[in-house]
């Protein structure tokens, strides 16, 4: 490392996930020199439901924050925030305090609304303008549950009254002691509410959820000036805020991935796979198109599949099985010789991308006397190779080109295992990140870029990023086990 001084760029990169709020310090030559980290915990109130404290999330990111400052005594140049995408807050414009719990991207409340939608015949439109299927996922239809579970609710919104945003607003609202409520484009494109051919929240769209604008934030580029901090805890106040942006993006940004052809996955709660383009180009294979990120001078595009369950899955099936630690029973998956024929495919509240089926729910199969709890943490583990691979062949019908390898980050990725398994069923090398805040590090090079730190796209890609390649090899037995996932899936979609 390059020595440094107190007039050297640094960087506070907040990375708000579902699991963990984290905080990263990154220098000029891109590199993390201090980091801190919070878990979060998740409630489920009801079957299909799930949320967060917003409150608790703020003062995690705030407990991470101060523990990261604590190993670095150095100015701090801009702040830059990574964040779960689609969860959603409703707060009080004036007193801030919120309205409702942070409901998760995970949560099927807004399930009813989206059924009575398709039935009304509206789904062509919406995925039209926003790229995105009509599913309970996406904000819009968790924006309504609240307004109407809120005392006069819509009034109150529509009065300006209310704030509804998704994370980053939240984050941003509260680090700006309420002075300034905005989002990015990047998350903007996750709510239903915002059309990628306009680049601006849709009338249409706000009358057929009935949202009110005066409850949205303003959108802005993901690199640029949204706010100064105040003080708050050890966070100085006078820190401008350059970049905010949805993980996913991120982690496709922190990973080079600028140019069409590159595709990422992050395997985190959920998992995406991510690859840039032009411009929004329609998937036909039950896919998204989104906006991946703004940089200050034009849109970045992105296609994507969103995987409900992945390390849930994993989690949840450690739980079924309870009696060991999840490491113990992941590593006895491993050490078995093959899946003893069971397939779990955890639709455990319902199937995302390329299915889209709200109503699906979770399926083991394949059981006999011989089954062992190692067995089923092995097909939850193998569910994550099977889910990619089948956005990975969507996406690649969709773009009409072969994409030559997969580049991944995310918690999951520590399994080696898993990437050799992922390599072999892809048949593609699989470039594990050896960093464990990718989507960090992206929301601190889209800063760096409004801050002039790196100039262009070829200065970021040229830093140095520590990986590990999986080359794939040949296992005879893939293409049957595929199939067998495919029978599975079929009795899911039924």
Known sequence: MNPMNNNTPLILALDEGTSNAKAVLVNELGQVIARGSRPLSISH???????????LIWQNTLAAIEECLAQVDRPITALAISNQRESVVAWDRRSGEPLSPCISWQCRRSTALCTQLHAQGHEALILEKTGLALDPMFSAGKFRWILDHLEDGHGRAAAGQICLGTVDSWLLWKLSGGQVFATDYSNAARTQLFNLHTCAWDPELLQLFAIPAAALAPIQPSAGFFAETVAVGSLPAGIPVMSMIGDSHAALYGQGGFAPGLVKATLGTGSSLMTPMSGPIASTHGLSTTLAWHDG????????GNIVHTGAAVQWASRLVAGESLDALTEQAAQLPDNGGVYFVPALSGLGAPHWKADARGLICGLTEATSGAHILRASLESIGYQIRDVFEAMQQDIGSPLKELWVDGGATRNRWLMQFLANLLQRPVVRSLSPEVSALGAAHLAGRAL????SDEALGALERQRERFEPQDDPAMAGRYTEWKNALARTLL
């Open 297 to 304: 001078s034009q849109p970045t595009f992105g296609m994507e």
């Open 452 to 455: 002039g730190i790196w100039a």
């Open 45 to 55: 109130p009801q079957a299909g439901f799930s949320e967060q404290d917003p409150l």
